[in-house]
């Protein structure tokens, strides 16, 4: 019986055993910085302008849209994540104060469903976000 044990485990441990994983190569002291997809290295002003150049076309809005990342009840450490948001997504983040939390947001979108589907395709990457309408 502890014969097959043995043959089981390491058969697990070669089937586990492939690739390097991002968590090996950070025991190895290498940093470890995702690759994201280029459609997320928008930033507030190209939404901006899209917004703008929605509006002229005369396409039809239902308000506008940018997706809540976090909300942090102390200044500085909202300061922080700010920075390391921003570094992660490529957005400019801005840090709203809504009593008692300082909320860390970023994009801009004119429909829910394309705020809604850039949430989701962050959340490939690991970035939570959720969408919130701002007017």
């Known amino acids: ?29 290498k940093e470890y910085k995702p690759e994201l997809n280029s459609s997320l290295r928008d930033t507030s002003k190209v ?4 917004v ?4 002229s076309k005369g396409k039809a809005s239902d308000g506008y849209y940018m997706l809540q990342f976090e909300a942090v009840a102390d200044f500085d450490a909202a300061q922080r994540r700010r920075a390391q948001i921003a570094a992660s997504t ?3 983040i801005q ?4 009593a008692p939390f300082y909320k ?3 994009g801009g979108w004119t429909t829910k469903k394309a705020a ?8 490939a990457y690991n970035i939570n976000a959720f969408v919130v309408k701002i007017r």
């Open 90 to 92: 490529g957005f400019a």
């Open 47 to 50: 939404n901006d302008a899209a």
């Open 104 to 106: 860390l947001r970023g």
């Open 116 to 123: 809604d589907d850039k949430a989701r395709e962050l959340s």
């Open 52 to 55: 703008a150049k929605n509006a």
């Open 1 to 29: 019986m502890q014969k097959i044990l043995t043959i089981a485990a390491l058969l697990c441990a070669l089937t586990w055993a492939g690739e390097p994983t991002d968590l090996d190569s950070l025991f190895r002291g």
């Open 95 to 98: 840090v709203v104060f809504d």
